[in-house]
């Protein structure tokens, strides 16, 4: 499978926003939904935004009211949206494309560091 392609991440200070992309536009195969994982070092992978191709959202706790997760079907492109970032919120962010019977791919993750 074509993995997707993230960009976006780097370095903003506490209380500041960034914009991650994730692009599928190099698979021709059904995109069940699109999500948002991320890993903190020693942590495990949690998800943290998820936008099905009916367009519903769902959101980890830690996140909710603060990021925003959504997508553009024609351009195959999904998009968090990340406000009043945090220290917690530095991680390794990967995209995840569930794409149903033809299994997930992931992308190879954008870092995201966010100092106080």
């Known amino acids: 499978q074509v993995p997707p392609v993230e960009s976006g991440g780097g370095l903003v200070l506490a209380g500041g926003s960034l914009r991650l992309t994730c692009s599928d536009s190099?698979?021709?195969?059904?995109?069940?939904?699109m999500e948002w994982h991320r890993q903190a070092p020693g942590e495990g992978r949690e998800l943290v935004a998820r936008?099905?191709?009916?367009?519903?959202?769902t959101y980890a706790d830690s996140v909710k009211g603060r990021f925003t997760i959504s997508r553009d079907v024609a351009k195959k492109t999904a998009y968090l949206h990340m406000n009043s970032l945090k220290p917690e919120d530095t991680a390794v962010y990967y995209c995840?494309?569930?794409?149903?019977?033809?299994?997930?791919?992931w992308g190879q993750g954008t870092q995201v560091t966010v100092s106080s």
């Open positions: 190099g698979s021709m195969l059904h995109i069940n939904a």
């Open positions: 995840c494309i569930d794409r149903g019977f033809h299994g997930n791919a």
């Open positions: 936008v099905a191709a009916s367009g519903k959202t």
